[in-house]
């Protein structure tokens, strides 16, 4: 009978270890997934905020071109650069990033795109202004920034994505909450955003 005992004892012992092992290594798997997936998340969000600080770049030269044309509307053209101040202003942290910090980077930039927008839309108003090469060269560069802005924030959703469903799935979802790992905020697309930059032609 004590043979029987010890032998139950050392059977437990070992299906406990053997659980432990299991579970430790599901463990480091499964964290080391999610460092990898928030990395990506982090990396695609970069390319993001690169796409739009080259949009910003574009601006001082525009201003420079359109301030050559002294009978531009003035006001037309203080309200891209205000956007352009305000929209390089919001400096966001990717590993905390929350639904109210994704609004507001995404509300900066939309109201920089729409300044920009009017902003072209009152140049057809000026032929010399809209055949200037200067200005041909942003419009070029414009559509080309914004291009890729669209394929940058799909890139990022994705990211997002994967990452989301990995960390809320069971039981990665136990794994996730007890090392913190969180939901990131998806890039919400605004309207007529599928569609490529409207410029006018020469």
């Known amino acids: 009978m004590r043979n029987k005992g010890c032998l139950s004892a050392g059977t437990i012992g070992i299906a406990l270890l053997i659980i432990v092992v299991i579970i430790f290594f599901w463990g480091k798997n499964g964290y080391n997934n999610f460092v990898a997936q928030e990395q990506g998340v982090n990396a695609k969000w970069s390319n993001v905020e690169t796409v739009y600080q080259k949009r910003a770049n ?3 030269n525009l201003e420079r071109t359109v301030k050559s044309y002294s009978k531009f509307e003035q006001e037309t053209l203080t309200k891209v650069v205000e956007a352009r101040s305000k929209a390089t202003s ?3 942290d990717p590993t905390n990033m929350t639904e109210a910090d994704m609004a507001k980077f995404q509300a900066a930039q939309g109201e920089l795109t729409g300044a920009l927008s009017r902003l072209m839309a ?3 108003q000026y032929p010399n202004l809209k055949a200037d090469q200067q200005y041909i060269n942003f419009q070029r560069e414009y559509i080309a920034i914004e291009n890729s802005i669209r394929t940058e924030t799909v ?3 994705n990211a997002v994505k994967d990452y989301n469903t990995s960390i809320k799935q069971f039981p990665n979802n136990i794994l996730a909450n007890f090392t913190n790992f969180k939901e990131k905020p998806l890039f919400k697309a ?3 955003a599928n569609k490529a930059p409207e410029v006018f032609s020469e």
């Open 190 to 192: 605004d309207a007529g």
């Open 122 to 124: 009152v140049v057809e």
């Open 90 to 92: 919001i400096n966001i």
């Open 58 to 60: 574009l601006i001082p």
């Open 155 to 157: 890139y990022y959703n």
